[in-house]
C-alpha cells in the first residue's frame, strides 16, 4: 500500500485561487471527431465517495473504501482536507483507499486550496464528532442559486449555533448535537445527507421530514448503518436516525458512477458508436434509460454490462425533478444529443432554473438554441462545427467534449480540469474507446 503523496493530495496550490487549475490538470483539451467503440469500466462514483470520505470524521477507526476513484480531482482535493484534519490517506495498486486517524480532527478545516461543496459535511462531521468545527465556504459548480441556509437549518435543529465570518462557516455544540425533527422544505440532497452524518452521532432520535431519497443517500445510509448508526428510511417521506454514542470504522465500495455511466451511453449514440459499458449501475438508471430509449438509444443488458449500439439521436424533451426522475447534472447531456437530432429539443430544469449558461457554449459550435418561460429550447439537425469553448462547470465540460466527437473540425475546451473534479481517467478512457483527445495541462 502506497502514501499518497503529498503533491498528488493537495493538486491545487494552497495559495492558489480557488476556481485555477492546479499543476497537472488539464486546462485545454482538444477533441477532434470520431466514433466511440469499445469496452469501458465505471469508476466509483463522485456523488457517492465524497460523502464517505466526510463521514469518515465521525469515527477514529480505519475506513477502507475499494473501487475508489483515485484520479478524481474533486476526491484529491477531499483527501487533502482530510490530511489537513489528522487523517492519513492511501491508496493501494487495486484502488482501495484507506483512511486512518493520526490524530483527533482539530476544529477548524485550515484550507486554501480550491474549495469544494462538500465542506459542508464536512462541517457538519466535525461538530457531530467534536462539538466545535469551521470550514471555508463551499466551492464546486456554479449552478446558479446554490446557498447552504438548509445545511445550517439542519445544524440549528440537533442544537448546533451556526454563524458565518471572513468567508469561513462555523458550528458549536459544545455539549453535543441533539437528536430533532428537521423538516426539510424543499428536497435538498446535500441537507439530507448532512442529516444523515450529523444524526449518527446525535443524543436520541433525528426525524427527517422531505428528504431527498436517491441512490447515493442510500448508499451513505447502508455505510453508516455499517458504523453502529441505526437508520430507517420511509421512502421520500422521512428518514429516522437513531444516533449512536461512538462509530467504528468499516468497509464499504463505493458504488458505481451513474453520471459517468449516462456519459458513455449518450457519447456512443451521439457518434453511432458501439460500447460496452462495465458496472453499469442500471437500478439507478431506470427513468432516464426510458428517456433515452424513446430518444433513439439502442441499449442492451446483461447483468452489470450495458452494450450501447449504433443508435440514432431523436428529438429529446425532458423536465428534470427529484430521484428517481431525471436529476439536473444529467441536463446538459441530453441537451447534446439533443443538438445532434433532426428537430426541437426542450428541457426544462426545475432544480435550477437559471442552469442554462452551458447554451451559450453550444453556440459557439453552431447550434441554435433559445430560453422561453424556464425552458430550454434546442434547435437539432445543423451541422456542428468546431470551435473554441470554456467548461463553465463539471457537467457542461464533459457535454461539449461529447458535442466535440461530433463537430466538424477540431474542438478546443479551455479549464478543461472542470471535467477531471468529476470523472476519473476521463481523458484515458476517451482515448481507450477510439477517441482523438489531445490534452494541454
Not at 196 to 219: F, K
Not at 270 to 291: C, K, N, R, S, Y
Not at 313 to 342: H, K, W
Request: proline share 6%.
Amino acid at each position: 500500500m502506497t502514501q499518497i503523496a503529498p503533491e498528488t493530495l493537495l493538486s491545487v496550490d494552497p495559495l492558489a485561487d480557488s476556481d485555477a487549475p492546479g499543476p497537472g490538470e488539464t486546462t485545454l483539451l482538444e477533441i477532434r471527431p470520431s466514433r466511440l467503440e469499445g469496452v469501458v469500466r465505471v469508476s466509483g462514483a463522485k456523488n457517492s465517495v465524497l460523502r464517505l470520505m466526510a463521514a469518515s470524521l465521525l469515527t477514529d477507526q480505519p475506513i477502507i473504501l475499494p473501487n475508489y476513484p483515485s484520479q478524481l480531482l474533486d476526491a484529491i482535493v477531499h483527501a487533502g482536507m482530510l490530511e489537513a484534519l489528522g487523517k492519513s490517506c492511501t491508496v493501494d495498486a487495486a484502488g482501495t483507499l484507506t483512511i486512518s486517524e493520526t490524530q483527533t480532527p482539530p476544529g477548524d478545516l485550515v484550507w486554501n486550496g480550491r474549495s469544494i461543496r462538500n465542506t459542508l459535511l464536512i462541517l457538519g462531521g466535525l461538530v457531530a464528532r467534536t462539538g466545535y468545527g469551521s470550514v471555508p465556504l463551499p466551492g464546486g459548480c456554479n449552478l446558479g442559486d446554490r446557498k447552504y441556509d438548509l445545511h445550517e437549518l439542519v445544524l440549528r435543529t440537533l442544537g448546533a449555533e451556526v454563524w458565518e465570518e471572513d468567508n469561513r462557516l462555523f458550528a458549536r455544540a459544545p455539549d453535543g448535537l441533539k437528536g430533532g425533527e428537521i423538516t426539510l422544505p424543499l428536497r435538498s440532497t446535500g441537507a439530507t445527507e448532512n442529516a444523515l452524518i450529523a444524526g449518527s452521532l446525535a443524543t436520541g432520535r433525528t426525524i427527517v421530514w422531505n428528504p431527498h431519497i436517491r441512490p447515493e443517500i442510500l448508499d451513505l445510509a447502508d455505510f453508516l448503518r455499517k458504523m453502529g448508526a441505526q437508520i430507517q428510511i420511509n421512502g421520500q417521506e422521512s428518514i429516522v436516525i437513531d444516533g449512536a454514542p461512538k462509530l467504528s470504522g468499516t468497509t464499504h465500495r463505493v458504488m458505481p458512477d451513474n453520471m459517468e455511466a449516462l456519459t458513455w451511453l449518450i457519447g456512443s449514440v451521439m457518434t453511432g458508436g458501439d460500447v460496452e459499458i462495465h458496472d453499469f449501475p442500471a437500478q439507478d438508471l431506470e427513468v432516464p434509460l426510458i428517456f433515452l430509449r424513446e430518444s433513439g438509444a439502442k441499449v442492451f443488458r446483461d447483468g452489470d454490462v450495458a452494450i450501447v449500439r449504433s443508435g440514432r439521436p431523436f428529438p429529446v424533451e425532458i423536465s428534470t425533478g427529484p430521484y428517481p426522475g431525471i436529476n439536473s447534472d444529467m441536463q446538459p447531456l441530453f441537451a447534446a444529443m439533443g443538438a445532434c437530432a433532426r428537430g426541437e429539443s426542450r428541457v426544462v430544469d426545475l432544480r435550477f432554473a437559471g442552469r442554462y449558461g452551458y447554451l451559450e457554449e453550444f453556440a459557439k459550435l453552431g447550434i441554435t438554441s433559445s430560453v422561453q418561460n424556464g425552458a430550454a429550447f434546442i434547435q437539432g439537425g445543423k451541422k456542428i462545427i468546431g470551435g473554441e469553448v470554456k467548461a463553465l462547470d463539471l457537467r457542461t465540460g464533459a457535454a461539449l467534449g461529447l458535442l466535440g466527437l461530433v463537430a466538424e473540425g477540431r474542438t478546443l475546451i479551455s479549464d478543461a480540469w472542470q471535467i477531471e473534479r468529476g470523472y476519473d481517467q476521463f481523458i484515458a478512457k476517451l482515448r481507450q474507446l477510439g477517441a482523438q483527445v489531445i490534452p494541454n495541462p
